[in-house]
């Protein structure tokens, strides 16, 4: 906030930004000549009010996404499972899931503690077993026979040390296509890197940190498909901590069907504005969804091992982080009318920081028609879904200053860092003589700011006063 600006009742009020230096002379003469002018923009006034309506933003830069995973073509599903159905091994419309076990005391069952979307997911724990553990969890067959790209993503969920830093478990993921008799190790959590440390006990997506799915394209056009989820142990070493967690699996071909969606962002967020919203706080995300239908789901994963399943109507989620930092978020929509169901995936960032930035600015066009003025971001932050209104009171000498009036108000989508966005009321309002003018623009996700100007109206013309 300004140096100048006081904090009352959590509103910003402005101190005086000076008056006037100079006063208008013949008024009388100006008058008649602005009546003149008043009447002939008269036929733009229905225009001009509307346009306002609509959110008048003459210079908005546009709105920067996310780089999505590849999903632009559109996409069907080949395999979805997030173990609803409450089975282990699990069924379902792509077939029946198996086992292979070799610890039947310890090995894959239906979770409901801590789904990574409820009500449940697959997890393997050694607890008190003393025996080996080598479980598969193997998937029915799929068919890849038409498809040339084919994408996998999981979500997953352990302890850092028994696995990264110790290697107590192993996880692998191998494919065969020839019913089970030979396996391919398509990836394995040893290959993660034990200098990105994760948090226990929390969920992740697929190839932390990069979020990248997994290419499954070697065994395009094969039509028996089988992939295994393998979680082995041979030591009892931190037996409670030996857990592996996993959720939401899909996989899908690249380029059928023409659903497309869009997480939005990068979000940037000042911590302290996620408490603005109440009763529910949080970020607000917003997404997109092309060529949806009633029957789209929409899966948000908001990279703090938190995800959230939404109605195709809902694609603009509330979430509060619990800590500051930058967080993948990734929005998969999955529309179950068509066989195989259609998904698109999209992924963006979301960054919380402590340090409060500096707030927006707003000036005025020192004269113009209607009222014309730009906010200005000056910081390193893009200011997101900016709510602007200007209002204005009216009358000689003030008389009228309690009668307020909104002339004009909007939303500016984005002013990304370091740019100004133009925002003006109609070129035609009712007011006459010295106008007090204040202008608000409030970000949803950075400070905003308040600011009062005087000046004069004649018919369309608004002239400001010089402050100092």
Known sequence: MNPQELLKGGVPIMKARGRKKNILKNISTLVIVFVLICCSFSALTVTTIATSQKNSNLDT??????????????????????????????????????????????TWYIDSTSPHTKPYCGTIHRNQSQD??????????????????????????????????????EF????????????????????????????????????????????????????????????SSNTTAAAPQQEFSIDDIFV????????????????????????????????RFHGSVQNGTALTQLLWDFGDGNATLFPYINYNPIHFYNEIGTFNVTLTAKDTSHTPPWVAISSTTVTLFLTEP???????????????????????????????????SWGPFQIFKNFDKTVGNGTVENIAAGKTATIRSPLYFFAYGRISIELR??????????????????GPVVIIFPTT
């Open 61 to 106: 830069p546009s709105y920067n996404s996310g780089e999505s995973q590849e999903s632009s073509l559109g996409n069907v599903i080949l395999l979805d499972e997030n173990f609803t159905d409450g089975n282990m091994p699990p069924t379902g419309v792509n077939g029946n899931w198996e086992l292979q076990q070799t610890n039947p005391d310890q």
């Open 132 to 169: 080996l553990q080598d479980e598969w969890l193997i998937s029915p067959s799929l068919n890849f026979g038409a498809s040339d790209k084919i994408n996998m993503t999981f979500s997953w969920y352990t302890c850092f040390y028994v696995t990264v830093w110790k290697h107590y478990i």
């Open 172 to 231: 692998n993921i191998s494919v065969s296509t020839d019913g089970g008799a030979t396996w391919t190790n398509i990836w394995s959590f040893d290959d993660m890197d034990t200098s990105i440390p994760f948090t226990d006990w929390s969920w992740y997506n697929t190839n932390y940190p990069n979020n990248k799915p997994i290419d499954l394209s070697a065994f395009a056009h094969e039509n028996d498909v089988r992939i295994a989820f393998q979680y």
């Open 252 to 283: 899908w071909a690249t380029g059928i069907g023409n659903l497309t969606c869009d997480a939005g962002g990068p979000y940037n967020w000042y911590w302290n504005m996620q408490n603005k919203y109440w009763p529910t706080p949080g970020v």
């Open 358 to 392: 500096p707030a927006i600015d707003i000036n005025l066009q020192n004269i113009s028609l209607g009222i014309k003025a730009n906010i200005i971001n000056d910081g390193q932050y893009n200011a997101t879904y900016v709510n602007w209104t200007i209002n204005i």
């Open 441 to 458: 623009a409030y970000p949803e996700n950075l400070q905003g700011v308040t600011r009062t100007f005087n000046g004069i109206k004649i």
